[in-house]
């Protein structure tokens, strides 16, 4: 009993000094090191590490670690397959880490000799959010089991750990249009990314702004074994998977960046088919460019919050929404009715993703009077007969649904076989017109649009992403903003 309450007391003292510490610091990674810290020293233990599981949801990387030998993290990531353990939630203790299969790090390569390092392992699930997330893991160099106690007392430490994780601002972006796609792993795995160095954190934000998909430390790659051993290993800090390419950022330290420099180079020897570049600060702008965003870019971001939908999101998008059509008229030859102009580049890019024959007709309007609902002009008619023929409305965006009611019978009128509508674009929370939408490349949040054929007075077509225009004149209600369009340049 008395051995007992000696624990008591030492856990009391951990948890003592875990709260006063975190109430000091303020990073994600500093909160979990001091968490880690005292779980090993707490369980006079030798090392620990937080594994987070990568983008794959597959591997474990060790992401935050205390004590633990150098040669050991660069075994890699472990296979999830083989601490499904993990799934169930459930806590593995195991008395001989080099025995148990499922504490076994897999790779290409294992490193012999090293699994029999840490004997004892403790391996606690990490959950965030209501997901598994990762491990927190102690390492015992003894052979040793883990009692009840010492499991509870971890148990709850990886409690403080998803708190200090939820403190911390996601990396993410709160109006994107597709949440759960993920910009990174945070919004992927639902947790913080925990950063090594300011400048990758910089990096990524930078990224969200633009809406380029990223992905953190995602892959290890063993570079030069010994044998069966590896003894050396490389992971690039960023994945960009719209250009294939892996970023390892640098500093102007020259040793360090010749250091890289090296281990790129075998890395391309050992990897041909891998893309990695060494960026430093004022490359950043190249690799924006290359999605056409940034200084360098045709697109400056200039009157723009914030991307909404990256470019490559569009065309993505576009082309599913050109094999759903192509599915679902197939042997059919339909018509697509667009509305000018802010469909053009919509209305470009998803014809030539349908894969059928098929017609344009184009319909150009003006809103007249003070209102939204009675003011609706046709400038521009239709070229040809739509009698008997598929018609598929195509318009931009639908935000009241006004005009798009309007225009639906309009055509209705003109007796087609059959009329269906399809937006690239739709903002649910401002419909007052109900017209049935058969195809939404993606659904918005109430904010001013702008770009890929969205206009601000007649400005900012030309932009080859969706954006959120800079608050200001554009939060006038529609009404108004169509007024002051009509005043100042007549006709759409
Ligand atoms: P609705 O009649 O209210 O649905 O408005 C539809 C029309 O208003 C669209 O065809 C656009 O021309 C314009 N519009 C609505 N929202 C936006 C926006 O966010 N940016 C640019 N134009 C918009
Ligand atoms: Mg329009």
């Known amino acids: 009993m008395a051995g007992v309450s000696r624990t008591v007391i030492r856990y009391q003292k951990a948890l003592y000094e ?15 090191e001091l968490i880690l810290k005292s779980a090993v020293r707490t369980l006079s233990a030798s090392a620990g590490s937080i594994l987070f599981l990568d983008s794959t949801g597959k591997k474990l990387v060790h992401s935050v670690t205390y004590g633990l030998s150098d040669a050991y993290i660069k075994q890699g990531f472990l296979d999830m397959d083989k601490n499904s353990v993990m799934e169930e939630g459930v806590v593995v203790t195991v008395g001989d880490g ?5 504490l076994q790090p897999s790779q290409r390569a294992p490193q012999a000799g090293l699994s029999s390092l840490y004997t004892g392992i403790v391996s606690l699930p990490l959950t965030f959010r209501g997901e598994v997330v990762g491990t927190m893991r102690v390492y015992s160099r003894q052979r040793r089991e883990f009692s009840p106690w010492e499991v509870d007392f971890l148990s709850g430490l990886t409690r403080l750990a998803a708190m200090v994780m939820e403190r911390t601002p ?3 972006n709160p109006t994107s249009p597709t949440p759960g796609t993920g910009y990174g792993l945070a919004t992927k795995i639902g947790r913080p990314v925990i950063f090594a160095h300011p400048s990758e954190e910089e990096f990524a934000r930078l990224l969200d702004f633009y809406h380029v998909e990223w992905l953190y430390e995602p892959r290890s790659f063993p570079l030069q074994w010994d044998g069966e051993r ?10 960009l998977p719209a250009i294939d390419l892996y ?21 391309k020897e050992q990897y041909p088919e891998v893309n990695i570049r060494l960026l430093y600060r004022r490359d950043y702008h190249n690799i924006l460019a290359k999605f056409g965003y940034g200084p360098l870019g045709q697109a400056p971001a200039r009157d723009v919050s914030q991307v909404l939908i990256s470019s490559h999101q569009i065309q993505k998008r576009v082309r599913q929404l050109g094999e759903q059509i192509s599915q679902d008229y197939a042997e059919r030859s339909p018509v697509l009715v667009g509305i000018l102009r802010g469909v053009f580049c919509f209305m470009a890019d998803l014809m030539r993703a349908i894969s059928l024959p098929l017609s344009v007709e184009f319909l150009a309007i003006s809103y007249y009077g003070s209102d939204a609902q009675g003011g609706l002009r046709i400038t521009k008619d239709l070229d040809s007969n739509l009698t008997n023929r598929d018609v598929i409305l195509v318009e931009d965006i639908v935000d009241t649904g006004m005009t798009l009611n309007y225009l ?31 195809y939404v490349g993606f659904e918005v949040p109430d904010e001013f649009l ?21 608050a200001g004149e554009e939060k006038k209600p529609l009404v108004q903003r169509k007024r002051a369009k009509r005043e100042k340049e007549g006709p759409e």
């Open 18 to 32: 875990i709260l006063n510490g975190l109430g000091a610091t303020s990073g994600t990674r500093e909160g979990l």
């Open 450 to 470: 702008v770009g890929y054929g969205l206009d601000y007075h007649q400005e900012y077509r030309n932009l080859p992403f969706v954006a959120v225009l800079k």
């Open 170 to 172: 996601q990396v993410e």
């Open 230 to 239: 590896v003894t050396e290993m490389f992971t690039p800090d960023f994945y």
């Open 98 to 102: 080099a025995s148990d299969p499922q």
């Open 408 to 438: 639906y019978n309009y055509l209705q009128a003109k007796h087609p076989a059959n009329m269906a509508v399809c937006a690239l674009l739709s903002k649910r929370a401002r419909r007052l017109a109900n017209v049935p939408l058969t």
């Open 247 to 267: 970023v390892e950022l640098t500093t102007m330290k020259q040793s360090l960046v010749t250091e890289k420099n090296r281990k790129l180079r075998r890395l």
